[in-house]
């Protein structure tokens, strides 16, 4: 086992825990630094960098790219507390569209926040946010290379250029086009047949200059 690079190093549950680029490690040392065990805790799970981790109270998320369907990983203490448990998070989600190698993470409210690549992009250009309430994956077109929040505001180190940006605080676009969208439900109503309704309700906040259209 082994000779894969360390990525990232965290202490969680009394030991050290080293997230590789194939696996990960689980380091205990005893109270009188006379004997310290480091063991092999998973393989087939790591990172593509250092970057594409956050630590929370609710355990370690992380890109893992270890195998050729990468996903959302979390290691979570189990109810003995005496381990960390790997779940798999947004099963419903590909992450197979995308490319991970320069991911970065962190957090903001009840999202995770995280970064990945077009097929077609040199650089980051989509920001992913995963909500771990509802376990759903937003999808927006930034830019990020770097992902910190301050108190209520979330930060943004671009991915091109060496500039950091201010997200998600307001309404200014930028002067770019906005292609956020949501697709409902295939629901059929028990029929194939077109549906006409007098009122489709929905909650937004926007600005009175905004539309929203609906197809």
Do not use: H
């Not at 569209?97 to 970065?104: A, E, I, R, S, V």
């Amino acid at each position: 086992e082994g000779g894969d690079a360390i990525q990232y190093v965290t202490y969680q549950d009394g030991s050290y825990w080293s997230l590789k680029t194939r696996s990960a490690y689980k380091l205990t040392i005893w109270a009188d630094d006379t004997t310290a065990n480091n063991n092999v805790f998973r393989t087939n799970m790591g990172l593509p960098n250092w970057r594409a981790t956050v630590n929370t109270w609710q355990g370690i998320f992380f890109m893992n790219t270890a195998t050729n369907q990468p996903d959302l990983t979390i290691l979570t203490p189990n109810q003995l507390g005496d381990n960390l448990t790997p779940k798999v998070l947004a099963e419903q989600f590909d992450f197979s569209q995308y490319t991970w190698d320069n991911c970065c993470m962190g957090t903001y409210g009840e999202y995770i926040v995280f970064s990945g690549k077009s097929f077609w992009a040199d650089a980051n250009d989509r920001l992913f946010l995963y909500n771990f309430r509802r376990g759903t994956v937003d999808i927006l077109s930034y830019s990020a290379r770097t992902i910190v929040q301050n108190a209520t505001t979330l930060y943004v180190g671009d991915s091109t250029t060496d500039n950091v940006y201010e997200i998600l605080s307001g309404f200014d676009d930028d002067n770019q086009n906005i292609e956020n969208y949501w697709v409902s439900w295939d629901e059929l109503f028990g029929t194939q047949n077109l549906k006409k309704v007098k009122r489709f309700r929905i909650k937004w906040v926007i600005t009175p200059e905004q539309q929203i259209q609906i197809y």
